[in-house]
């Protein structure tokens, strides 16, 4: 006997996901949504037809929006569930997902309102920070049907006044919290730090900003894929969710192979993948391109296919999402020090040169001379920008100077 979830794209049903007693996911596309010419797919690799879609190409896209790691064992625990089991969690947190996706139970209502918080006060987020590693996004607490793709501890909330508040019942977030991490210190400020230098620098970014809940640190960053709109009434602005998918999901690759190492995206394919979905290809390649420097000036080696995604926004342009979860992991030691993705053939980024960015453009389909410029010049503009953004937080004066080494060391090799 198979079970089955409707599947909304904000307010309107687009198909059902079914588990079929082997345990296999099978996605179909609902025949009046094909009829609706605005219609638009959930994924690039799952394009509009009206067909069953099997296994294979149904879990890139549907286990990508789910916890990852240790923090999926554990709310498979929390839960009652199996940790290999997606539809399961689907079906169980599946309310307030990345995008604008979400998950009911077959012939369930979606609700009339989605306005339904609950104001955290700091004793209570205090409470929240401490229990998110025994509880990942609060699964099994009552109301709450929350899920986020990743391996760190975060939390989805409202901030409105500068209050902030807690989502019940599938209403939409428009921020995601991440406390800090015991094991690496200063992460918070390290990535408030890489966030606001890359806005800096010009490169659309989330915004971001650090508080504090009873001594415990963590920072808010701006969901991208939330919007602001007048309510239909007049009044106070709604939240609309704008639908979005990370690279993994878009070429169709399962999240646990998302470095390339083990199979996930090249940047040749990240490059494709803008230029035959963006709106605007020309400013979106820019970009990419830009993301891709800036991660290796700041000495970001973890930035993979899930940390790259296209935003479909809700007027028609699909573009490339502002960046999100910078963090110059080359501050802790004992974190890999092989770039996610190769640059030229090279995940060795001490090793990347001129060579290597020649053969980037290559790859990329972009002018050589513009790129190799471009290296220098966003180098440049990082070392130019960081006074402008450092804090006295003393982690973050560490990173800022290490970023500042990278610079330098990088605009001498292309001196050579």
Not at 98 to 112: H, I, N, Y
Not at 146 to 153: F, H
Not at 216 to 228: K, P, T, V
């Amino acid at each position: 006997m198979s079970r089955t979830l409707d599947v909304f794209l904000n307010r309107q049903r687009v198909g059902t996901l079914a588990q079929n007693r082997h345990g296999d996911m099978v996605f179909e596309y609902d025949g009046k949504y094909l009829e609706n010419p605005a219609a638009r797919p959930l994924s690039q690799s799952l394009p509009l037809a009206n067909r069953r879609f099997n296994p294979r190409e149904c879990r890139p896209f549907f286990a990508g929006v789910l916890p990852e790691e240790s923090n999926r064992e554990i709310i498979a625990r929390n839960l009652g569930i199996s940790a290999r089991n997606d539809f399961a969690f689907l079906e169980q947190i599946g309310g307030e997902c990345a995008g604008a996706v979400t998950f009911l139970p077959k012939g369930t209502a979606l609700p009339d309102r989605e306005d339904a918080y609950r104001q955290l006060g700091e004793a209570e987020l205090a409470a929240i920070l401490r229990t998110l590693p025994k509880r990942p996004l609060l699964a099994g607490e009552a109301g709450i049907r929350l899920s986020l793709a990743g391996a760190q501890d975060k939390i989805a909330v409202k901030v409105d006044g500068g209050r902030i508040y807690l989502p019940l019942n599938g209403a939409p977030s428009t921020h995601i919290l991440k406390p800090q991490i015991e094991r690496f210190e200063g992460v918070v400020f390290n990535e408030a730090l890489c966030m606001k230098l890359s806005a800096a620098v010009g490169i659309p970014t989330a915004g971001v900003e650090t508080r504090a809940a009873e001594g415990i640190h963590y920072i808010l960053g701006e969901r991208y894929d939330r919007a602001r709109v007048p309510s239909q009434g007049g009044g106070e602005f709604q939240i609309q969710r704008e639908h979005q998918e990370d690279f993994c999901q878009a070429l169709g690759i399962v999240s646990e192979h998302k470095y390339q190492s083990e199979g996930g995206p090249s940047l040749k394919q990240c490059f494709e993948l803008v230029r035959n979905t963006s709106s605007v290809p020309l400013a979106d390649l820019q970009s990419l391109l830009d993301a891709v420097f800036f991660n290796l000036l700041i000495g970001n080696n973890d930035a993979h296919g899930k940390n790259f995604s296209l935003i479909y926004r809700a007027d028609g342009p699909t573009q490339l999402a502002p960046l999100y979860d910078l963090v110059s992991t080359a501050a802790y030691p004992e974190l890999s020090a092989r770039m996610a993705m190769k640059i030229g053939g090279e995940h060795d980024p001490e090793n990347v040169g001129p060579r290597q960015i020649e053969k980037l453009a290559n790859e990329a389909a972009l002018s050589v001379p513009f790129v190799r410029n471009r290296m220098t010049e966003l180098a440049d503009a990082v070392t130019a920008a960081i006074p402008t953004v450092a804090t006295e937080e003393r982690s973050a004066v560490g990173v800022a100077g290490q970023i500042r080494d990278r610079c330098q060391r990088i605009i001498e090799r292309f001196k050579k």
